[in-house]
């Protein structure tokens, strides 16, 4: 199924200011909460799809790619493991990200839950830990960027305790409640001001808002629940990729402590320069050299192309600074709308070289009226001139 259009799912236009943007997102996510409609998928996919829109319009750089190049710019397939932006998100995901952008609001509004600056947790409010990003650069060749590329790359990263499963633990035994905050995950606080007794909430300063202690720490990863190690990931680079352009793979970053949400693996996108071919956006550019006496008599002549190879014809009395057009011959957009052309730009090589035979053949030809441009053509080759520099 297709997605719906970003500002769309917010109720924005295109030129929303950043704060219409975060009010219209506070008011859908208040509309479509899990416990304002209990047990209601469709309010359910409604609120992960408005979170997704925030999490891209919300971001300056993905918004920009967003507006240029669709949904896929952003990587909007994430879900299916793809490169998504905001695509994919899960519950704890949403509450873990955008929780401080609501404060108690939720929680006096569905009698309980409530957003938290480190997590969510129904009835509970323990802080839920996120990794950290990671960023690559990935180089792809021509081709690569024509169709598409699955690449994988080796990094450095945390990755989750294998002894301890991501607890922190030596052995079950050894998590325990806090005693604190009785496991909650923080600490409600009252004091006395000029207006009243004041009630505010604050992550438990003992537990670090997990509303859990361990009392033997797990000897592999000192108590961390994480561990620094080489992970070989597989990414799946989409057609139509340009340089400088950044793509998201969620949960491919470093892993969180405490069984917590992975960040996301950060994917930038180089070019290797191509011997034959030049990108424009997404059209090609081919510097096809004909002889003289080519584009005297025409020629039927080879040019490259991302598929391999393929033939033009050229007319007899082409022009140096003609240049012809191959439909579809280029690249794809990155959305899947449409595929660049392949120009191919005439030069003519003339000899710097003769031999007495070939000068003498020259100086024939030169007193054919056919080699002495007409005044047309003069005019002709004036304003092509005037165009190119104006």
């Known amino acids: 199924m297709s997605k719906r259009d970003y500002y769309e799912v917010l109720g924005v236009g295109k030129s929303a200011a950043a704060d219409e943007i975060k009010s219209a997102y506070r008011k859908k996510a208040i509309q479509y909460h899990p416990d304002k409609n209990p047990d209601d998928k469709s309010a359910e996919e409604k609120f992960k799809e408005a979170a997704e829109a925030y999490d891209v319009l919300s971001n300056p750089e993905k918004r920009q790619r967003y507006d240029q190049f669709g949904h896929a710019g952003v990587g909007s397939s994430a879900a299916s493991g793809g490169y998504g932006g905001g695509g994919g998100m899960s519950m704890d995901d949403i509450f873990e990200r955008f929780g401080p952008l609501f404060g108690d609001l939720i929680g006096s509004a569905f009698g309980g839950s409530r957003f938290s600056s480190g997590g969510y947790s129904r009835g509970g409010g323990r802080s839920v830990q996120r990794g950290s990003d990671l960023r690559v650069k990935v180089k792809l060749n021509l081709k690569e960027v024509a169709k598409g590329a699955e690449k994988k790359i080796k990094v450095n990263k945390h990755v989750q305790c294998t002894k301890c499963h991501g607890s922190g633990a030596e052995d079950p035994n050894s998590v325990t409640t806090c005693q604190t905050c009785r496991g ?207």
């Open 184 to 390: 909650n995950g923080y600490v409600t606080r009252v004091a006395n001001t000029i207006l009243g007794q004041m009630q505010t909430q604050s992550t438990c300063p003992a537990c670090g808002g997990q509303g859990k202690t361990i009392t033997k720490k797990c000897k592999t990863c000192q108590g961390e629940g994480v561990v620094r190690d080489d992970e070989v990931v597989s990414i799946n680079i989409p057609p139509g990729v340009m340089r400088g352009m950044q793509l998201s793979f969620q949960g491919k970053g470093n892993a969180a402590r405490y069984g917590g949400i992975n960040g996301d693996l950060l994917v930038v996108i180089d070019e290797d320069q191509d011997n034959e071919l030049i990108r424009d956006e997404n059209d090609l550019i081919y510097n096809l050299l004909l002889s003289v006496p080519q584009a005297v008599l025409g020629d039927t002549v080879e040019v490259p192309t991302v598929e391999g190879r393929a033939k033009v014809k050229i007319e007899a009395g082409t022009q140096p600074g003609k240049v012809l057009r191959l439909r579809g011959k280029g690249l794809p957009t990155i959305n899947g709308y449409g595929t660049g052309d392949l120009l191919v730009n005439i030069n003519v090589y003339i000899p710097e070289k003769l031999s007495s035979d070939e000068k003498s053949k020259m100086r024939e030809m030169e007193k054919s009226t056919n080699f002495i441009p007409n005044q047309a053509t003069k005019d002709e080759m004036y304003k092509k001139f005037r165009n190119l520099v104006e």
